[in-house]
């Protein structure tokens, strides 16, 4: 079953603007993971936020945990048509057996 | 840099055919995992594998089977293909459970 859900489900913007995508989960968790999927491949590792952790910097990314709203956003600053993916969250749980649950992802198009 | 392969990325087979999907990683990895993705139902847990010879059923394990002879290579048999089983399968690996996933480019496996 689904642990995250990503909100919106779709997001298109210009090369230039920010790109925020949130995430959703339903009980408490030990960290969440962002990953990244392009096209007919397989996903990639963006960033892990421990839940001890409330704000995580890499590069154009910024990630965000609220563990009192059970909810985690991803912002991509400065878009480029590259980042043109599918962004998914994942979390890992006690009570899932501490095996990582994806969500259904967020489908961002960048338009040049 | 951690890399994981798949052995195919596109095959078609027929219903009821016996179909293997193998997976290779070189980190030493302990954990590896096969998913299946469609659309709508994002990433979904079929079998995973904590150490050689060992594996535990995920959440959607049935029609398929694995196999792990050594650390490096996983294999994911489905033992006779049907339609519903046309899907994009992906495999990974990690250290830990909750620890990063890094994932193969993935196999779209058409069932017809």
């Known amino acids: 079953s689904q642990q995250g859900e990503e909100d919106p489900q779709a997001l298109s913007i210009q090369e230039g603007e920010n790109a925020t995508m949130n995430c959703s989960y339903k009980?408490?968790?030990?960290?969440l993971q962002w990953y990244r999927q392009n096209s007919g491949r397989g996903l990639v590792h963006l960033i892990l936020?421990?839940?001890?952790?409330r704000e995580k910097h890499s590069g154009r990314l910024r990630v965000t945990l609220d563990t009192s709203k059970k909810s985690s956003s991803l912002l991509i600053t400065a878009s480029r048509a590259a980042d043109t993916a599918s962004y998914f969250c994942?979390?890992?749980?006690?009570?899932?057996?501490?095996?990582?649950?994806f969500g259904g992802g967020t489908r961002l198009m960048v338009k040049p | 840099d951690v890399k994981v392969t798949q052995s195919s990325r596109y095959l078609v087979k027929r219903t009821g055919e016996k179909v293997f999907l193998e997976c290779v990683q070189d980190?030493?990895?302990?954990?590896m995992f096969w998913y299946r993705q469609d659309p709508g139902l994002g990433l979904r847990l079929i079998y995973f594998?904590?150490?050689?010879?060992?594996?535990e059923k995920g959440d959607i394990p049935e029609g398929y089977s694995v196999s792990r002879e050594k650390k490096e290579r996983f294999s994911l048999i489905l033992e006779s293909a049907s339609t519903n089983q046309t899907s994009m399968y992906l495999c990974?690996?990690?250290?830990?459970?909750?620890?990063?996933?890094?994932f193969g480019p993935g196999t779209r496996l058409l069932v017809l």
């Open positions: 594998s904590y150490d050689v010879k060992m594996k």
């Open positions: 990974a690996s990690s250290l830990g459970y909750q620890e990063t996933q890094y």
């Open positions: 009980t408490s968790i030990n960290n």
């Open positions: 936020i421990r839940s001890n952790e």
């Open positions: 980190m030493d990895h302990e954990n």
């Open positions: 994942a979390t890992d749980a006690w009570d899932a057996g501490n095996m990582l649950t």
